[in-house]
């Protein structure tokens, strides 16, 4: 837009000719893959072109008046992009425009002309909008600000023809934005605004406005010209292949071998590429460190039109493995038109072959030398490598009769003289029957040297029975989950931990063992209705926790839960109702287990305390447990006649002293030999002083620890078992499963290094030593020492217990068995010694304890 003012308040038309000489900053795009770019530090590019136009805008005339105007008309002239400046981005460039000869027609009665010389200086960034930045057309701002001097101007009627000079002072600013195209046209739309002030020589007056508007010329060009440097990019492809004919020409790489990798770049541009850079990689890892290949080569320049082949080296190492691998050969660089990425894949053989073989042992989880159904069972491979070359991508696998994969192991490589071992595991189906099955155990290599498949026959038998049984304790201590005031009982407020020790007496392991509990009373809240256990061999036993609240505003007199103990064929579930009482302290043992066989003169007493009376006693957590499963296992292994199980709080001064006496008594009563086994799980006290000869001591549920005169008369001294040993008739076997660091108060604990002399018909083992703790661990479910003695007992060992082959296990068997083991998962549990003791020292009575399965 251009100036306007009117001597009167009419609405004009007005109309222009405009000769417009344009020379502006550019930013060169791309066009079709060609790059273009100035020459030298400085450059000029031009885009010459004839345009045409049209604005419209608004003034005011002195600036009080405003009138809407517009102006149409055409401009005619030659102009040009281009610029002088630095051309690396970021920064900015500085360009001239030109504008003369300007005419303005005004009205039908009125008319000015003018003449103009403009001179206008643009202010450019050196910039390009990304959206173009593949495009062959280019857009870019041009802040313009113009100073503009009329040189004649002609007033008057049409008809007068009469001249006068007008003095103009115009300053104009304008936003525009060039777009021009890669060939032939261009389009300049702007934004501008701009002050005014004319001076009429033949009035005297002066007119002065401001004035705003937007324009649009569209023109057609010559193309871009100038000072320029065409680049025409490269493009690369190239292909990759193995060859050897060098040597045995088959086109495989043998290991020890030398071939070559031939890659062959071709330039399908019209540029040429410098520089060009090979990259070569190996993905496979095993093959890798196998050859060797150099990771890049240089091929120098690659002129357009022009293929080269590049020979590269490759060389197999004496242990390369049969098989095949891949080499991705790239360009280094990233350019466009430069990289290119290309692969092949070299099949290779070794030529000094692996000898493998392999030896097969059965196992089963009950190792009972059969595969039972349901039972976890499998194959320990032994496999060895006795050739002089590797074997790869070894696999072990076992199969049934009907090729069928029950399990396999990726083992991978196997170096000459190398040995390796491997478990193949599996589960027998539910529905196996008695019988002898077929299993085929082989292995894979990948160069096909794996030896021929082994066929191992093992006897099979059908589902066999899970027996369930369960000893349900309450737990209402206040160590988390469970809150309560510790007396075992159920009362209203608490929070209770339903422990139950589910033990398996069946012939099968029971798999996926859980315990879930039910309770259909108002008032009790089941926190944890579900309690998964896993697998539990026979004879084993494992401990399910669940977890209720009994509401305060619980109304009834007692609880009922149902108790769900479950395995995973569903065939031997067990159902049991449950009653407690409120506040009433109860145990709900199992049923003993029926005696294998009836040994007469046999006695018993098992005592087992986790808290005591005195809260300040630090309480034990499988004490009454260890306490149970060595009176099942006496039961059932050992046939004891005559047996007493004391537990909690009935394992007090009285009742402990009570039983013993009877045992006694009925033992001096007989004519014949008698056996007689004791066992104690729970705390110990120490000697009282360097001269006290009646401890160490054991402490039962309500010992009185206010001083040295209570603590004496209600513990157990063990000199008195060891004068009652010497009164008896029998053989008798005492098991102490405790530690001695309990003293009365205001007595400090003074441990002592033996027991007295004890008689040569009985013997005692002690869990540790005296100055030693006697430890548990969660996940035995036992303390160490029980877990290790009821292993003894039941003859449920890794080896062979029995070392006489008499079928039972005697004392030695025992001490031998539980003394080295228990000092080892102390030390890697605990990182403390825990040696069990036995006395006498030498010359011990060894006599029988358990008959175990021949």
Known sequence: MRSLFCSQRTYKIVSKIILITIFSPVFIPKVEGIQKKPHGLFGYIAFPSLAV??????????????????????????????????????GFAIGIKSAALEFVGVGETTAYSILELPLCVSLVPYIRPYFLSESKYMAYPIILV?????????????????????????????????????????????????????????NGKEVSFIYGGVSLLVGVGTGWQGNVEVIYPPDLIADVWFSDETQNGNNILESGEKGEVVVRVFNNGKGDADNVKLLLSIPDHE?????????????????????????????????????????????????????????????TKQVVPPYLTFDVVPFDDNQDNCFNAGEIVGFK???????????????????????????????????PAEKQDVDLRFQMPLDTKDGVSDFIIGLTEA?????????????????????????????????????GDGEGDVDKGETIELRVNIRNRGSSVARGVK???????????????????????????????????????????????????????????????????????????????????????????????????????????????????????????????????????????????????EIENMVNRSKDTCFVYIFFSGHGGCC????????????????????????????IPISDLKNMISRMKAKVFIAVNACYSTAPEGVAPFAIGRLPEI?????????????????????????????????????????????????????????????????????????????PQIWPKKNYANFKVTKIKK
């Open 287 to 347: 093959f890798r460190n196998k050859v060797e290949l150099p990771k890049s080569f240089s091929v120098g320049k690659v002129k357009a039109g022009e293929y080269k082949i590049i020979r590269i080296p490759i060389k197999a190492k004496e242990n390369l493995p049969t098989g095949e691998f891949k080499i991705i050969c790239t360009s280094a660089s990233h350019k466009e038109g430069e990289y290119f990425e290309t692969e092949t894949y070299i099949t």
């Open 146 to 202: 113009s100073f503009i001097t009329p040189i004649l101007s002609r007033e008057g009627m049409a008809e007068t023809g009469k001249f006068s000079f007008l003095s103009l002072k115009q300053y104009r600013v304008e936003v525009r934005l060039e777009w021009a195209g890669a060939e032939d046209i261009c389009a300049h739309p702007g934004v501008g605004i701009g002050f005014a002030k004319f001076y009429n020589e033949t």
């Open 53 to 90: 136009g049209g604005e419209i805008g608004i003034s005011s005339y002195d600036l009080d008046h405003p009138w809407w105007v517009s102006s149409f008309g055409v401009a005619f002239g030659a102009g040009g992009e281009g610029a002088i400046g630095w051309y690396g981005p970021p």
């Open 381 to 415: 491979l032994s496999i060895r490598n006795s050739g002089r070359g590797e074997a790869y991508k070894v696999k072990a696998f076992v199969k049934n009769d009907k090729g069928e994969v029950l399990d396999e192991e990726y083992l991978g490589l196997i170096k």
């Open 688 to 715: 009282l002083s360097e001269t006290d000869k009646r401890g160490p001591y054991l402490l039962p549920y309500n010992v009185d620890r206010t001083n040295e005169i209570a603590f004496q008369t209600t513990s």
């Open 447 to 483: 160069g096909g040297y794996a030896p021929e498949d082994k066929i191992i026959s093992v006897n099979t038998s059908a589902l066999k029975a899970v027996v369930f049984e369960e000893d349900i304790t309450i737990d209402d201590d206040m160590i988390s989950p469970s809150t």
């Open 515 to 661: 315990a879930t509990i039910q309770i259909d009373q108002e008032g009790v809240e089941l926190l944890s209705l579900e309690s998964k256990v896993g697998n539990i061999n026979p004879q084993e036993s494992k401990e399910a926790v669940m977890v209720f609240t009994v509401k305060k505003d619980f109304a009834e007199s007692e609880i009922r839960p149902r108790l769900v103990i479950s395995e995973q064929t569903g065939k031997f579930t067990k159902l049991r109702e449950l009653k407690f009482e409120i506040g009433k302290p109860q145990r709900i043992p199992s049923p003993p287990p029926p005696r294998r066989f009836k040994r007469p003169n046999t006695y018993a007493l098992v005592i087992g305390i986790n808290r005591y009376e005195n809260k300040a006693i630090q309480p034990l957590s499988y004490a009454e447990k260890d306490a149970l499963e060595f009176y099942n296992t006496m039961i059932e292994y050992g046939g004891v006649e005559h047996i007493y199980l004391l537990l909690g709080k009935d394992a007090t001064h009285d009742n402990i002293v009570t039983r013993l006496a």
């Open 759 to 835: 008689s040569s018909n009985g013997v005692i083992i002690s869990a540790a030593d005296f100055d030693q703790l006697a430890h548990e661990y969660k996940d035995y479910q036992h303390s160490i020492f029980a877990y290790y003695l009821l292993q003894a007992l039941r003859g449920e060992t890794s080896e062979q217990i029995d070392k006489n082959n008499n079928g039972w296990v005697e004392v030695d068997e025992i001490f031998n068995w539980i003394s080295k083991r228990v000092d080892s998962d102390a030390k890697k549990l605990f990182r403390v010694p825990q040696n």
